[in-house]
């Protein structure tokens, strides 16, 4: 069956990067692209990018831009998602979504809490 | 890009129906037809209901339908059910240098 298991729960201080990593199984990994979503403290949904593990293309938000960095391991079959300059304002659950067309996820990750505390 | 506008919260009684919108603009949902539908209970990753406006993956209960006129999808549930009680977030492609955009969800209590 397909699964999407991600790395666990991190703790990082004010200005410190996070790579969470995302590990997908069951399925043909090249096959379709993998996007990062995040949620906050009691909040919203908010997209950040996503890449396609076939060529390695990335795309991301604008709010993203500068310091999100999407990769991945075709080897393993495992994708990552670091995000540098943290902020308390990162503090969110991260999680990693198969989409099998425009806007249709229909496989997640169970989700990667990143808490940023001085 | 801002946020697709939804309903805070919505209600219902058991079998009743109960329909949440979701207003974009036409650079979003008015302009394609790429708006999927996510329900998520607490503490869990959400789970796609709708996706391409109207289309069911296999395995979602036929009560939910999703809809879209000019730049407002909505989703509809029929016959709600007290398993339904959870917040629901649409999304919405938004074309290749935006990508998308998550709605600001809304809370359905049975």
């Known amino acids: 069956q397909v699964r999407l298991v991600q790395s666990g729960a991190e703790l990082k201080k004010p200005g410190a990067s996070v790579k969470v990593s995302c590990k997908a199984s069951?399925?043909?990994?090249?096959?379709?692209?993998v996007h990062w979503v995040r949620q906050g403290p009691g909040q919203g949904l908010e997209w950040m990018g996503w890449i396609n593990p076939n060529r390695g293309n990335t795309g991301y938000a604008q709010n993203f831009q500068a310091r999100l960095t999407l990769t991945r391991d075709t080897s393993t079959g495992t994708l990552y998602m670091e995000l540098s300059g943290l902020t308390s304002e990162d503090t969110a659950v991260y999680y990693c979504?198969?989409?099998?067309?425009?806007?249709?996820?229909?496989?997640w990750g169970q989700g990667t809490l990143v808490s940023v505390s001085s | 890009q801002s946020a697709l506008t939804q309903p805070r919260s919505v209600s219902g009684s058991p079998g009743q129906s109960v329909t949440i919108s979701c207003t974009g603009s036409?650079?979003?949902?008015?302009?394609?037809?790429?708006v999927s539908w996510y329900q998520q209970h607490p503490g869990k990753a959400p789970k796609l209901l709708i996706y391409d406006v109207t289309q069911r993956p296999s395995g979602v209960p036929e009560r939910f339908s999703g809809s879209k006129s000019g730049s407002t999808a909505s989703l509809t549930i029929s016959g709600i059910q007290p398993e339904d009680e959870a917040d629901y977030y649409c999304?919405?492609?938004?074309?290749?240098?935006?990508?998308?955009?998550f709605g600001t969800g809304t809370e359905v209590t049975v």
């Open positions: 036409s650079s979003d949902v008015g302009y394609y037809n790429y």
């Open positions: 069951g399925y043909n990994f090249v096959t379709y692209d």
């Open positions: 979504a198969r989409f099998v067309g425009p806007a249709a996820a229909d496989y």
């Open positions: 999304c919405s492609y938004a074309g290749m240098y935006t990508s998308y955009v």
